[in-house]
């Protein structure tokens, strides 16, 4: 894993925050990228999180990225209320906010917890029916709602391309829909194992790499 991470920190540069998709990894891998110097770590499944989170609560500087598809009756388990017992972990990232009714569950919770949460818009680039991400088109009017949010720093847009598509062309759009919607935003969360290279060439700050780290992921591992 070490030598993975060296690897990949070489084409990283320090503008560029390398999350390591911890999804199925048991808490002992995750352990082992922190020992590495590796801090930001995404995960898929909230639940899964919520467990992991909780085994992993001694490494004081861990910042959790949540990377899934969030259903708004699962957003309890990534911003609890503060001093819920047994333990009250809250993710930093929700890299996949699509809808106002996600962000005002965020809202509500990270509100009532006295926290804010940093969240990113999943965008439907190529528009694909089967997708998760809110359509280009309905980009502007998403942002201007979650940026009304309380609890919520609006920090940019997210994407994944189309499996066995050119994923370059994906970026550039992405990167070109934050230029056109004009509110600043800092941060394109974009680039995966196979093509991070290209989505830093296009812009993305925010790199998801698990395979390149982790190697091929446990199978029947838990997906709650």
């Not at 056109?180 to 290279?197: A, C, E, F």
Request: proline share 8%.
């Amino acid at each position: 894993m070490a030598e993975n991470l060296a690897k990949i920190r070489k084409h990283v540069p320090p503008s560029v925050t390398l999350v390591a998709v911890s999804k199925t990894q048991p808490a002992q891998a995750i352990r082992e990228a922190y020992a590495c110097g590796e801090r930001h770590f995404g995960e898929n499944y909230a639940q899964e999180w919520r467990e992991k989170s909780a085994a992993l609560s001694d490494l004081p500087d861990l910042v959790w990225h949540f990377i899934g598809a969030l259903q708004t009756n699962k957003v309890k388990y990534l911003v609890g209320p503060s001093g819920e017992p047994p333990y009250s972990p809250r993710v930093a990232w929700i890299h996949t906010v699509d809808r106002l009714s996600l962000a005002e569950e965020i809202s509500k919770r990270a509100a009532r917890a006295g926290t804010q949460i940093r969240v990113l818009l999943e965008v439907n680039v190529a528009s694909e029916p089967s997708k998760s991400g809110c359509p280009p088109q309905s980009a502007r009017a998403l942002a201007d709602g979650v940026s009304r949010l309380p609890g919520l720093d609006l920090r940019g847009l997210m994407c994944i391309p189309r499996p066995g598509d050119d994923p370059r062309p994906h970026f550039a759009a992405l990167r070109a829909l934050r230029d056109k919607l004009g509110l600043n935003l800092p941060d394109l969360s974009m680039g995966m194992s196979d093509d991070y290279q290209q989505a830093i060439a296009e812009g993305s700050t925010l790199v998801r790499i698990g395979t390149a780290i982790f190697g091929e992921r446990p199978r029947g591992g838990p997906r709650r």
